[in-house]
T-cell receptor
Framework: DAKTTQPNSMESNEEEPVHLPCNHSTISGTDYIHWYRQLPSQGPEYVIHGLTSNVNNRMASLAIAEDRKSSTLILHRATLRDAAVYYC??????????FGKGTRLSVIA | GAGVSQSPSNKVTEKGKDVELRCDPI?????LYWYRQSLGQGLEFLIYFQGNSAPDKSGLPSDRFSAERTGGSVSTLTIQRTQQEDSAVYLCASSLSGGLGTDTQYFGPGTRLTVL
């Protein structure tokens, strides 16, 4: 399985931007980069995904390095409700999601 | 619209008993997944159904675990002769097609299983 590396934890102040990094140096050409998050006591929730180009949606932005060996999830203004574990996952074709340990984001009021 | 639902939300059972956990996927989703999350652990894939294809059972931890998906919709995960190490949150997810790298999975709230 293609693997990703994320920091164990990060901290942000409320209403500040947050940049969550992910390294995936062994990514293959068919791998999409997906981000999910898991709020306390809830199931995971899809955030965003991309292949090569940067992506924006209502929740976040995804910046993908030109060589695709790393990516960054950007929360433009962190709120207390964004405190969660964020998972960066590579997915191609007919495979289930392989979750690593993710990054636990704490947001300080 | 309705999301993925799971029942029961909590289940407490005694060691050695059998349990059944139910998942109702989003209508029209052809792919269905079961995962579990033990206390303080990551999410672990268990089994995957895609349309009428044979399920991918590669994540099931032992032959005490089995799952069915009837009529391409509702799924039941059965754990026979439960052990204390089976205590975990069991999560179900569904997706539109499953076979694409772009496919997005939608998760239910989970069933918290406690084996005494």
């Amino acid at each position: 399985d293609a693997k990703t590396t994320q920091p164990n934890s990060m901290e942000s102040n409320e209403e500040e931007p947050v940049h969550l990094p992910c390294n995936h140096s062994t990514i293959s050409g068919t791998d999409y980069i997906h981000w999910y998050r898991q709020l306390p006591s809830q199931g995971p929730e899809y955030v965003i995904h991309g292949l090569t180009s940067n992506v924006n949606n209502r929740m976040a932005s995804l910046a993908i390095a030109e060589d695709r060996k790393s990516s960054t999830l950007i929360l433009h203004r962190a709120t207390l409700r964004d405190a969660a574990v964020y998972y960066c996952i590579l997915k191609s074709g007919n495979t289930p999601l392989v979750f690593g340990k993710g990054t636990r984001l704490s947001v300080i009021a | 619209g309705a999301g993925v639902s799971q029942s029961p939300s909590n289940k407490v059972t005694e060691k050695g008993k059998d349990v059944e956990l139910r998942c109702d996927p989003i209508s029209g989703h052809t792919a269905l997944y079961w995962y579990r999350q033990s206390l303080g652990q990551g999410l672990e894939f268990l089994i995957y159904f895609q349309g009428n294809s044979a399920p991918d059972k590669s994540g099931l931890p032992s032959d005490r675990f089995s799952a069915e998906r009837t009529g391409g919709s509702v799924s039941t995960l059965t754990i026979q002769r439960t052990q204390q190490e089976d205590s975990a949150v069991y999560l179900c997810a569904s997706s539109l097609s499953g076979g694409l790298g772009t496919d997005t999975q939608y998760f239910g709230p989970g069933t918290r299983l406690t084996v005494l």
